[in-house]
């Protein structure tokens, strides 16, 4: 069973919203940092966003800050990305990501659970 699952992508237009989400197995999610990361075509894994166990230090990329929110449901396990004015450059493969890091971690390889990926496009 995968520890992560990741739903909520799609097409959209410039200017849209979409909304991921991010379900754990269930095995300690409480206790860990969660984070998105996005890897586009041809391009590295980048961060996206994080949030803490206790879920009050979210972090965000400067590209996202202002468009995207992140919020966790420790008592259900799950995890949501809330993004707002959707650019083109947002286009990526979103990957759900766990680990014991700090929300401000941005390296990936620092994370240990992953999720299969959901795509987002976004059209101009």
């Known amino acids: 069973q995968e520890p992560l699952v990741e739903s909520g992508g799609g097409l959209v237009q410039a200017g849209g919203s979409l909304r991921l989400s991010c379900v754990d197995s269930?095995?300690?999610?409480?206790?860990?940092?969660m984070g998105w990361f996005r890897q586009a075509p041809g391009k590295e894994r980048e961060f996206v966003a994080a949030?803490?166990?206790?879920?009050?230090?979210?972090y965000y990329t400067d590209s996202v800050k202002g468009r995207f929110t992140i919020v966790r449901h420790n008592a259900e396990n799950t995890m949501y990305l809330q993004m707002n004015n959707l650019k083109p450059e947002d286009t990526a493969v979103y990957y759900c990501?766990?680990?014991?890091?700090?929300?401000?971690?941005?390296?990936?390889?620092?994370?240990?659970?992953w999720g299969r990926g959901t795509q987002v496009t976004v059209s101009s």
């Open positions: 990501a766990a680990g014991f890091v700090a929300s401000s971690e941005t390296d990936y390889r620092k994370f240990g659970s």
């Open positions: 269930g095995r300690r999610f409480s206790a860990y940092t």
């Open positions: 949030v803490s166990w206790t879920g009050n230090r979210p």
